[in-house]
């Protein structure tokens, strides 16, 4: 199993190997009112479902999620779900405590790599809040494209895809 893997001097740390620190702050980023605001479940998580989801990890072979540190800084969470041979869905939020730009592309950048060079998936996926569109843009600016669009709990939500032969990165 993968505890750490590095990349473009970014370490990739398996949530299944954190340490209980570790999973506290994922967990206050993630209830974080700024994070919560683009995700499906805008509830707050308690710690005892946050730590019993991670452990679930262990034995799920279609989702992976990775604590992102750059530099020894802990800069986000990236995650893969619905994994296959063929495809994986994305998902991506940066620590809400840090203010210097860029963490967005970085952060997108080891989910393009980790999907195409280690999943070895030809599709990466991808869904956003139609009023996200900063991280609508990030997505295109990587070479992402609408492929269609659905709603959400009452929410416009955009699909988009890259394919690994049309990556521009």
């Not at 967990?27 to 707050?44: C, F, G, I, P, Q």
């Not at 893969?80 to 940066?94: C, E, P, R």
């Not at 195409?116 to 599709?123: I, S």
Request: with cysteine.
């Amino acid at each position: 199993m993968m505890t750490c893997k590095e990349n473009m001097n970014t370490h990739l740390c398996d949530f299944t190997t954190l340490t209980e620190s570790q999973k506290v702050m994922i967990l206050k980023w993630r209830n974080h009112e700024d994070v919560r605001a683009y995700m499906y479940n805008e509830k707050e998580i308690g710690k005892e479902e946050h730590f019993n989801f991670i452990e679930s990890l262990k034995k799920r072979e279609d989702r992976r999620y990775f604590l992102v540190q750059k530099e020894d800084e802990n800069i986000g969470v990236v995650d893969f779900n619905d994994i296959s041979k063929h495809s994986a869905t994305l998902g991506l939020y940066s620590n809400p405590n840090l203010t210097q730009k860029g963490i967005g592309s970085i952060l997108l950048q080891t989910i393009v790599d980790y999907a195409f060079y280690v999943l070895k998936v030809q599709t990466l996926q991808a869904e956003v809040f139609a009023t996200n569109e900063k991280a609508k843009a990030l997505y295109e600016k990587f070479g992402f494209h609408v492929t269609g669009q659905k709603s959400v709990k009452g929410k416009e939500v955009i699909c988009m895809e890259l394919r690994d032969e049309n990556r521009s990165f």
